[in-house]
Each structure stands twice: as C-alpha cells, then as structure tokens.
C-alpha cells in the first residue's frame, strides 16, 4: 500500500492567515483527495485534486477557500485561505492506490489545525 | 444523498466478549463499501472494501460481511488493542470516474482487560 506523509502534523494559527499543507506519497497514484474531519462530524471530501488541471471541489467547497495543487503524480498541496476558527480541523491527504488489485483508499496521518 | 449511519455511537466490551458493529446505508449504486480503523491522533488505516451482498472478508479478529442495506464489523473475542474508531464509508457508482467516500460518523470501540 502507499506510503503518505503530510506536513505540518499540527499548527495553530491566527484568524485571516492561511495555510498550507503538503501531502507526499511513496509511489505514484492517480487520484489525489483532500478530506476535512471536524469534530464530532464524519469525514467530509473537500475535492478531488487532479494532476494537471484544476481540482473537483464538493459542493459547499470553493477554490478560493480552499486552493489546490497537484504538480505531479506523487504530490499535492491544500490551502485554507483566509482562515477563522470554524476552519479548526484535521485536513486528511487520501489517495487511491493503482497498482492495487483491489478498490482500496488510504489515508495519510492528517494535520491538525487549530484556528484562533 | 448518500447516507451511512453507524451503531452504536460508542460500545464498551470487555476483553473476549463478542461483539458487532453496525453500518447502514443508502447510495444510488454501490461501487464498494469500506471500512477503517482510526487511533486517536492518527489517519484512518484500511481494513476492507465490500462489493456486493453476501460477501465476506477476515482480518485477525474482524469480519466484515455485506447485504443490500447494511454491513457488520463482527469482532471475536477482541482484545484491549483493538479500542479505536472504528469507521464505515460508502462508495457510490456515479459518473464512472467519482471515487468519493461518504462516511458515517464511526462507532468508539472501547476493550476493557
């Protein structure tokens, strides 16, 4: 299965910044989510990043809030923008594993946000 | 909309005491049905993906079976390192190219010695 890391694990951070989180993968995979689980809630997909175009947000999701990259097959970057403490949250890279045999989705370790 | 709901919302089990966990759901078609273990502080960890009723899939101590509307996380004798959320997600066949996962809100598995 792929091995995904993400970074920052945590930050804590002021109302109006943004952040920036990376997620890396070992091996190349095709599809790229970014999910949001806050607490007490299931985890939400925020979109699908696609590599080499613009990213397949959710509804109730938007670019500007919420901007993506997708450079290669073994990278992504999620941005919250314009940051308020209802965006405290765990951000959560999951990729779709291709060379796999079978439907199976892994998740990386998340990043803690807390806004204030 | 697709829906999963997963009962109950937390289970407390002693140490070899036998249990299932339950996830209902409703989706236009189903691609597949997943599950997940999650520690606290960490990412959900695969455990299977179901595809169709009547199937069945072990891991160690867990198995997970499938019908139309609901699918079980049957636990045997479970241990203390089992405690963790345990999470259920569905995958809808839409648009051929959507992998999108729709959980429900998991079920807080506690093992006491």
């Known amino acids: 299965s792929a091995v995904i890391s993400q970074k920052p694990s945590r930050d804590i951070c002021q109302r109006g910044t943004s952040l920036t989180i990376q997620c890396q993968v070992d091996?190349?995979?095709?599809?790229m989510f970014w999910y949001r689980q806050q607490p007490g809630q299931s985890l939400t997909l925020i979109a699908t990043?696609?590599?080499?175009?613009?990213?397949?947000?959710e509804s109730g999701f938007v670019i500007d809030k919420f901007p993506i990259s997708r450079p290669n097959l073994t990278f992504s970057t999620l941005t919250v923008s314009n940051m308020s403490p209802e965006d405290s949250s765990i951000y959560l890279c999951?990729?779709?594993?291709?060379?796999?045999?079978?439907?199976?989705?892994?998740f990386g370790p998340g990043t803690r946000l807390t806004v204030l | 909309e697709d829906q999963v709901t997963q009962s109950p919302e937390a289970l407390r089990l002693q140490e070899g005491e036998s249990s299932s966990l339950n996830c209902s759901y409703t989706?236009?078609?189903?691609?597949?049905l997943f599950w997940y273990r999650q520690d606290p502080g960490k990412g959900p960890e695969f455990l299977f993906t179901l595809y169709s009723a009547g199937e069945e899939k072990e891991k160690e101590r867990l198995k997970a079976t499938l019908t139309k509307k609901e699918s079980f996380l049957h636990i045997t004798a479970p241990k203390p390192e089992d405690s963790a959320t345990y999470l259920c997600a569905v995958q809808a066949v839409s648009g051929g190219s959507n992998y999108k996962l729709t959980f429900g809100k998991g079920t807080l598995l506690t093992v006491n010695p």
């Open positions: 091996s190349q995979v095709t599809m």
């Open positions: 989706v236009s078609g189903l691609r597949g």
């Open positions: 990043a696609n590599q080499g175009s613009e990213a397949t947000y």
């Open positions: 999951s990729v779709r594993d291709v060379n796999g045999r079978d439907n199976e989705q892994f």
